[in-house]
């Protein structure tokens, strides 16, 4: 009930305090005017035609207007496309590697290589105010470590936008089937990212790491699958604020024994503020709820974090954030119920 409670106060707070909050800075005046905060979700073609930024020098990209509260990660933008289209294309790929997957084995079979050969498809469709992308990519390896040995994998990714005068839609797909952890998967070879990889490729940027499942690269090599289902609604509130509500489900399955499999719900509710056409300030609050099938252990997080963000169209896309984190465990670890502590997020393109 506690938990319920907190998670009930931490989104009246954010609301109150951009409603509040928004009249107020309504009031500046003499300033140059920026940009919306979330004008298009996607660093995709510009819906309106409207919207050109004339003053970073690059007038074929597209800048990145996604909210710096959201789910997905914050890009550079994309280069001006004004048309739909789809793409086919096949790739190949070859990794080598001095040392087996299979740190537990006392012999090493020296140098081994792993062939990846797949085919790929990317489609952008665009409509007067939607767009909808989508990537794919998956086919088979061959490997000459007998730990990795042969297999297949598959990777989608999918979003749909729809953008209206004040209030924006995103809904994003994420599915991966692969033999090890998606962290450093086929190495170098760019397989790791579904579609095309050319320059017709259809930027989709992907959910940020803490909204999806985590899988590091010490994970242990086998089959498993993962998806992340997300929706998120963004509403301008004044002509330099918005806020945005955000829904994600994910999940891990292992296909051997002896791994755990993880599922996971998130609420992610904050408030964009622009300073200036490429400084944003933005407030979060976001809990988590973690559940692990045939394991009575299950977590719930919640974190509040102020954020700031930089983002200059064609060299720079920077977030920062930071503040309190409070978990609370259903089964007791190590006698400890509940956990206050710090968090942070950065990342820099």
Same mark, same amino acid.
Not at 271 to 288: E, M, P
Not at 300 to 327: C, K, W
């Given at each position: 009930?506690?938990?319920?409670?907190? #998670?009930?106060? =931490?989104?009246?707070?954010?609301?109150?305090?951009?409603?509040?909050?928004?009249?107020?800075?309504?009031?500046?005046?003499? %300033?140059? !005017?920026? !940009?919306?905060?979330?004008?298009?979700?996607?660093? @995709?073609?510009?819906?309106?035609?409207?919207?050109?930024?004339?003053?970073?020098? &690059?007038?074929?990209?597209?800048?990145?207007?996604?909210?710096?509260?959201?789910?997905?990660?914050?890009?550079?933008? *994309? $280069? %001006?496309?004004?048309?739909?289209?789809?793409?086919?294309?096949?790739?190949?790929?070859?990794?080598?590697?001095?040392?087996?997957?299979?740190? =537990?084995?006392?012999? /090493?079979?020296?140098?081994?290589?792993?062939?990846?050969?797949?085919?790929?498809?990317?489609?952008? %469709?665009?409509?007067?105010?939607?767009?909808?992308?989508?990537?794919? $990519?998956?086919?088979?390896?061959?490997?000459?470590?007998?730990?990795?040995?042969?297999?297949?994998?598959?990777?989608?990714?999918?979003?749909?936008?729809?953008?209206? !005068?004040?209030?924006?839609? @995103?809904? +994003?797909?994420? #599915?991966?089937?692969?033999?090890?952890?998606?962290?450093?998967?086929? =190495?170098?070879?760019?397989?790791?990212?579904?579609?095309?990889?050319?320059?017709? $490729?259809?930027?989709?940027?992907?959910?940020?790491?803490?909204?999806?499942?985590?899988?590091?690269?010490?994970?242990?090599?086998?089959?498993?699958?993962? /998806?992340?289902?997300?929706?998120?609604?963004?509403?301008?509130?004044?002509?330099?604020?918005?806020?945005?509500?955000?829904?994600?489900?994910? #999940?891990?399955?292992?296909?051997?024994?002896?791994?755990?499999?993880?599922?996971?719900?998130?609420?992610?509710?904050?408030?964009?503020?622009?300073?200036?056409?490429?400084?944003?300030?933005?407030?979060?609050?976001?809990?988590?709820?973690?559940?692990?099938?045939? &394991?009575?252990?299950?977590?719930?997080?919640?974190?509040?974090?102020?954020?700031?963000?930089?983002?200059?169209?064609?060299? +720079?896309?920077? &977030?920062?954030?930071?503040?309190?984190?409070?978990?609370?465990?259903?089964?007791?670890?190590?006698?400890? !119920?509940? *956990?206050?502590?710090?968090?942070?997020?950065?990342?820099?393109?």
């Amino acid at each position: 009930m506690n938990a319920r409670k907190q #998670f009930a106060w =931490g989104v009246i707070a954010i609301i109150v305090y951009g409603f509040y909050a928004a009249p107020l800075w309504a009031q500046e005046e003499g %300033e140059e !005017k920026p !940009k919306p905060a979330a004008r298009v979700l996607l660093p @995709l073609p510009d819906l309106n035609g409207n919207q050109q930024d004339d003053d970073q020098g &690059n007038q074929s990209m597209q800048p990145d207007r996604g909210p710096v509260t959201g789910v997905q990660s914050a890009t550079l933008g *994309t $280069s %001006e496309l004004r048309h739909s289209y789809w793409v086919p294309g096949i790739q190949y790929g070859n990794a080598a590697q001095s040392n087996t997957f299979n740190t =537990g084995s006392t012999k /090493n079979p020296g140098w081994t290589t792993t062939n990846y050969a797949s085919g790929n498809f990317s489609l952008l %469709e665009a409509w007067n105010h939607a767009l909808f992308g989508t990537n794919y $990519s998956g086919g088979g390896f061959f490997s000459s470590d007998p730990t990795q040995g042969n297999g297949q994998y598959h990777q989608l990714s999918s979003a749909f936008e729809l953008d209206q !005068k004040r209030w924006q839609l @995103l809904v +994003m797909e994420q #599915f991966s089937y692969l033999q090890q952890s998606s962290f450093g998967f086929a =190495g170098a070879t760019g397989l790791s990212v579904p579609g095309d990889s050319g320059a017709l $490729s259809v930027a989709l940027p992907g959910l940020q790491e803490v909204f999806a499942p985590g899988q590091a690269i010490y994970t242990v090599i086998g089959p498993r699958y993962s /998806n992340d289902s997300a929706a998120q609604i963004t509403y301008s509130v004044s002509r330099r604020g918005s806020l945005t509500v955000a829904a994600v489900y994910g #999940f891990l399955r292992f296909s051997d024994p002896g791994n755990t499999n993880n599922d996971m719900d998130i609420l992610n509710v904050g408030y964009n503020y622009a300073i200036t056409r490429t400084d944003y300030l933005g407030a979060i609050y976001r809990f988590t709820a973690f559940h692990f099938p045939g &394991n009575p252990e299950a977590l719930g997080d919640q974190a509040a974090q102020f954020m700031y963000g930089r983002r200059i169209t064609g060299r +720079m896309a920077l &977030n920062l954030a930071g503040g309190p984190e409070i978990t609370n465990f259903r089964v007791p670890m190590n006698g400890i !119920k509940r *956990t206050i502590s710090g968090s942070g997020i950065a990342s820099l393109s």
